[in-house]
């Protein structure tokens, strides 16, 4: 005899009132199984709130937790509580997570403010709290997002060179999801970036994270080339080694709901993954091996892809000027991915060729983030024009990208100074001056003691 057989009864006859509460889940697990006994009960689904209800149900709430924590909730708290928690945190429904971050803010400020003043809690503490619990940094929350995007090209093309069209493409696809302009549930962009070797294509995703201050999480899908890998990214079915671990991908997204998500050299990877992404890219949603879900609407997807880098270099060996035409990289693009793929892409976004131009302005950019390291040790460096030139031209490859120029900085500059830093004539800090002397980099010190 359960307890079940021992309340029937009672239920039928109307001798006892009886309300419960519980989850779809458990319901279906325990409960639903006797049919007998859930059939006396009217099952009443309590949806989750919008956030006006929320914002309703936080202010009737208020005077309970104002006299529990001795502090004020502004109007503004209440509203951003209410509307952030939605966006932000997606593992928790409305209202539990909008109460649960003014309770929070009210406890962090009662335990860091003074007792004997009134605390009044802000939208700035709000934000700060849901930092904490989203992993989100704190300036992207705040309303400082539209500058940002106003920003953003002229941020990207002051550290990445000679890929205009390419920022503007992806700055013009962001701008269009933060304007309200894309169709149903999708992600920020998903954007497949494609190119030769060492012309920027993860660097400006690198940058595009910094600019907008939101983490950057990437997967190298070298990694996933055979077909039981890519089930690593939402977890391994039933019956398999590491079923109760989860999804590499889903939980990362869950981790950080709110980042640049960068799929590298994507092309290496089993097929499989692209009907994965097909999901991603439609409804913003993918469903791991324990049935969570993992939110992509606030996410930015990136794809790289080297694809018809080969042919072009083969092209341009031989003629260094000579231009080689897109058509034969959107060609090799159109032969490696499907069309349903390429048909759910936001922009697919051709890099050019490092020339001139840009491989002096890489190099310049190189010796300055040589020189920021020095700082610290009290070094400075002069560099001459002709050194730029002479580094740019040595570094100068259609085949290698920017990576070659920064070998030759590497080779060049870098291995000359290190004895020097470390036991010579900079050991206490001075002034190196760098030039080129009979095709050749030379190297003047001019060394200062270190004040005690």
């Known amino acids: ?133 989203a992993k989100i940094p704190e300036q992207s929350i705040s309303g400082n997002e539209i500058s940002k995007l106003k920003d953003l090209e002229m941020n990207l093309k002051s550290n990445i060179f000679g890929q205009d069209h390419a920022i503007e493409t992806v700055v013009r696809a962001i701008k269009m999801s933060r304007a309200g302009f894309l169709e149903g549930e999708k992600p920020v962009a998903s954007l497949l970036f494609v190119g030769p070797t060492g012309v920027g294509k993860t660097e400006i995703s690198k940058q595009l994270a910094n600019s907008m201050g939101i983490p950057l999480v990437r997967f190298d899908m ?40 960068l799929l590298d050299e994507i092309e290496k990877a089993h097929p499989d993954i692209y009907n994965v992404l097909l999901q991603i890219m439609d409804y913003s949603t993918l469903t791991d091996n324990t049935g969570k879900k993992a939110d992509f609407r606030n996410v930015i ?5 080297n694809a018809g880098a080969r042919e072009v270099g083969k092209a341009l060996i031989g003629f260094e000027n000579k231009q080689v035409d897109k058509s034969s990289i959107t060609k090799e693009v159109e032969r490696t991915f499907l069309p349903e793929f390429r048909n759910r892409l936001d922009e697919i976004v051709v890099f050019n060729h490092i020339n001139e131009e840009m491989a002096s302005l890489i190099a310049r950019k190189a010796m300055r983030d040589f020189e920021a390291k020095l700082i610290s040790k009290n070094i400075s460096l002069k560099v001459t024009e002709g050194c730029y030139k002479w580094l740019s031209n040595k570094g100068l490859s259609s085949i290698f990208g920017a990576r070659e120029i920064l070998r030759v900085v590497q080779d060049k500059v870098k291995t000359l100074l290190v004895d020097e830093v470390l036991f010579g004539k900079l050991s206490n800090g001075g002034t190196a001056v760098i030039d080129v002397k009979n095709n050749e980099i030379f190297i003047t010190y001019k060394h200062t003691k270190r004040k005690t």
């Open 222 to 261: 070298s990694e996933y080339q055979e077909k039981h890998t890519v089930a690593r990214l939402i977890g391994a079915p039933p019956g398999y080694v590491g079923y109760e671990e989860g999804g590499l991908l889903t939980d990362s997204i869950r981790k950080t709901p709110y980042c640049v998500l």
């Open 1 to 133: 005899m359960d307890a079940s057989n021992i309340l029937k009864p009672f239920l039928t006859s109307g001798k006892m009132r009886f309300i419960g509460s519980t989850t779809y889940e458990e319901y279906k697990k325990y409960f639903d199984k006797d049919r007998a006994l859930s059939r006396r009960f009217q099952k009443i689904e309590i949806l989750e709130p919008s956030i006006d209800e929320t914002k309703l149900i936080l202010n009737g709430l208020k005077e309970k937790y104002e006299g529990f924590h001795s502090v004020k909730y502004t109007d503004e708290a209440i509203n951003l509580a209410a509307e952030l928690s939605a966006k932000y945190i997606n593992d928790r429904y409305l209202p539990d997570k909008a109460i649960d971050l003014i309770d929070e803010s009210g406890a962090y400020a009662r335990l860091t403010g003074n007792e004997d003043e009134e605390i009044l809690i802000t939208g700035k503490d709000i934000e700060r709290t849901l930092s904490q619990i």
């Open 301 to 305: 997807i990136i794809m790289t892809s």
